[in-house]
Each structure stands twice: as C-alpha cells, then as structure tokens.
C-alpha cells in the first residue's frame, strides 16, 4: 500500500476560522511533508519532518501551524489565513532511511479562504 | 540543487513514444534526476529517477547523457491517461540526511491526443 490519505478533500474557511488538515500514512514512513500549490504553479515545500519532529520550516507565517502526533499522522493547523493562502495543500511521505528517496504525495486538500 | 529547464509544453500522438527533455547543466557529482508528474486534480506522482546510467521501470525510461547535463523521460507507448505536467528535479539529501527536498520546477505540460 503506497497510499497517503488526506482529509478533507476540500475546506472553506473565514479568515476568523480556525481549522485542521489532517495527512495520514501507514507505510512506516518517518519523513513526511506539507507542500503548497498554487493554480497553475508547481508545488512548494513548506515543512519536513523527520522521526516526528520539525527539519526544515520554510519561512512559512505563524498562521500556519504543523503537528506531528505519531509517526503516521501529520497535521496542519489553520488560523486566521488569508485569501491569498487559497491553494492546494499536498501531504507527502518517504522513508528516512532510504538512500534514494522517493516522496509519495496524497491527492491534496483544496482549501479556500474566503 | 541544480536548476533544471523543461520546455513549457509538447504534444504526443496516443500509441506513440513521448520524449520530454530536461535541462540540468548545473548537476553536481552527488545530484540524482527525479521525474515526477502530476495529473490534473491530484498529487505528484513519481515515475523514475538515476544518477548516472539509464533506468528503465513499468512506467518509463529514463536517459541521461554522459555528461550528466541533460536528461530525457521516454514515454514508450503514450495514452491519454500519461496527459499531466511533468517535473523533472535534481535532487540531494537534504543536510546529510536521507530524506530529501524536492524543487519542483515549472514542469512540462504533456498533452497526447488520440
């Protein structure tokens, strides 16, 4: 199984709201990562972590907040965004201890911000 | 990691071969090719990659010249489901660890037609 499921498929939110996207895998990864994309863009990486903790913050804004409960689930907390953070955010995993690495991306949550 | 340049869209007859080139003069020694593509509407989905010699698997071939500067993705027998945006990225480990940081470039649009 090289699934990574995300949840919800797509999210409207308020710029007052405060929500969740939540990423899972069961394929013993320890590497996982949140990524942006915008329309007509390719992805953006925005967060790794590795072995539940965080590697690498892209500059992303304190509005956006990750979690990494266990070594299957990675979440990304939502608050006070807006309108131009409208986008599709990707979830991806890999494993840490492979060499030569390979990502496996879930099919993304759409959100907008109204 | 290396900069690569993809032309911005090809076309390509169903049943027949796809050759989408990829740029990367700047690849340095320890830098593999990774392709990946993204078909509308869901995750970047990896297709193959290679340091130095050719590699082929289920999906595709992957060529890359002597010298390392440039590579090309064969399609082998295209169909309208291979129609997606392909990225081509030179990638290393990300700080001496495994896990890697992907920097998808603007990609080509593949079309086939019937």
């Known amino acids: 199984d090289t699934e990574v499921t995300q949840t919800p498929k797509h999210l409207v939110m308020g710029m007052t709201n405060k929500k969740s996207l939540k990423c899972e895998q069961h394929?013993?990864?320890?590497?996982m990562y949140w990524y942006k994309q915008k329309a007509k863009k390719p992805p953006e990486l925005m967060f790794v972590?590795?072995?539940?903790?965080?590697?690498i913050n892209e500059s992303v804004p304190s509005r956006f907040s990750p979690e990494c409960p266990n070594s299957s689930l990675l979440n990304l907390h939502l608050h006070a965004l807006q309108p131009e953070d409208s986008a599709l955010y990707l979830c991806?995993?890999?494993?840490?201890?492979?060499?030569?690495?390979?990502?496996?991306f879930g099919a993304g949550t759409r959100l907008s911000v109204l | 990691d290396a900069k690569t340049t993809q032309p911005t869209s090809m076309d390509c007859a169903e049943g027949r071969a796809a050759n989408l080139p990829c740029n990367h003069s700047?690849?340095?020694?320890?830098?593999?090719v990774y392709w990946y593509r993204q078909i509308h509407s869901q995750g970047p989905q990896y297709i193959i990659h290679?340091?130095?010699n050719n590699e082929t698997n289920e999906m595709a071939s992957l060529i890359i010249t002597e010298d390392r500067k440039s590579s090309t993705l064969i399609l082998p027998h295209a169909t309208l489901r291979d129609t997606a945006v392909y990225y081509c990225?030179?990638?290393?480990?990300?700080?001496?660890?495994?896990?890697?940081?992907?920097?998808f470039g603007q990609g080509t649009i593949l079309t086939v037609h019937p």
């Open positions: 700047t690849i340095s020694g320890n830098e593999y």
């Open positions: 990225i030179a990638w290393t480990s990300a700080g001496g660890t495994s896990y890697g940081k992907l920097t």
């Open positions: 972590y590795s072995y539940e903790k965080l590697s």
């Open positions: 991806a995993s890999s494993q840490e201890t492979a060499v030569r690495v390979i990502q496996y």
């Open positions: 394929m013993g990864h320890r590497a």
């Open positions: 290679g340091l130095k």
